[in-house]
């Protein structure tokens, strides 16, 4: 069994007066487009988020064909790091991709390579690295137990880096050449501001 978690606790600040993961995008809120793109490849989703956003995320999930949880941060804030402990605590597959709410053009064959990688080298985590120097830790392959521990432990530390949790652990580092060889490299691509959404019109 194969978990998808979508993290979607932050504030949408450079966004401005309003919850980026639900605003419209071409005619679906983008949390939509993500968990629809990931749909064919896992078999469950997680949704991280607050527990004010919950019914609004709900709502633009309806009707979506996979078993879905919300896993809410208990504490608020806390950044990337802690979400994605949270969410990877709440799922039931051993693997689990986690997918940011804001990357509407994120590609199954990218994530199920991920996902292979991960679990044919029997590492906890398979984390795509950019040619920029970038880790893309927010569209990457977890051990879902394994990365949530560290990340309590990496948030007990102080720490809030998501690059903090994987010092415990084991994994590969999949290069820019390697995903564009599986998938497109557009499915790193994410939206932060009104601007970024408009010219992201464009692709759907
Ligand atoms: N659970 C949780 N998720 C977060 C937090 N901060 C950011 N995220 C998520 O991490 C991903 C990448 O974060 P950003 O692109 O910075 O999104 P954001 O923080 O909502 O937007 P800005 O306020 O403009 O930085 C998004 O999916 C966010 O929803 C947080 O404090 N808690
Ligand atoms: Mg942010």
């Known amino acids: 069994m194969r978990s998808a978690v979508i993290v ?7 966004f401005g007066d ?5 605003a419209d995008l071409a005619g679906v809120p983008m949390v ?18 607050r527990a004010d956003q919950q019914k609004a995320i709900e ?13 809410l941060d208990p504490e608020t804030d806390e950044g990337p790091m802690a979400g994605i402990g949270t969410g ?3 799922c039931d597959g051993e693997y689990a991709a986690v997918v940011a709410c804001d990357m509407p053009f994120v590609d199954a ?3 199920a390579y991920l996902f292979e990688r991960a679990e044919s080298e029997d590492v906890d985590a398979a ?9 893309q830790t927010t569209q990457a392959v977890y051990r879902a137990d394994a990365m949530a521990a560290a990340c309590e432990a990496a948030l007990a530390r102080g720490e809030r880096k998501v690059l903090a949790p994987l010092e415990e652990l084991e994994w590969v ?7 564009a060889e599986h998938g497109n490299l557009g499915t790193f691509e994410n939206l932060n501001t009104r601007e970024e959404f408009e010219a992201a019109r464009e692709g759907f």
């Not at 979607?8 to 450079?14: C, F, K, N, V």
């Open 8 to 14: 979607a606790g932050g504030r949408s600040t450079r």
């Open 18 to 22: 309003a919850d980026k993961a639900v």
């Open 32 to 49: 939509r487009r993500v968990a629809d793109r990931i749909a064919p490849v896992v078999d469950e989703l997680v949704v991280n988020c």
């Open 59 to 71: 709502t633009a999930l309806a009707d979506f064909p996979l078993p879905l949880t919300f896993a």
């Open 88 to 90: 990877l605590a709440a």
């Open 109 to 111: 064959a990218v994530v």
């Open 127 to 135: 984390v795509p690295k950019l040619e920029d120097g970038w880790y």
């Open 173 to 179: 580092v999949v290069s820019e050449a390697e995903v």
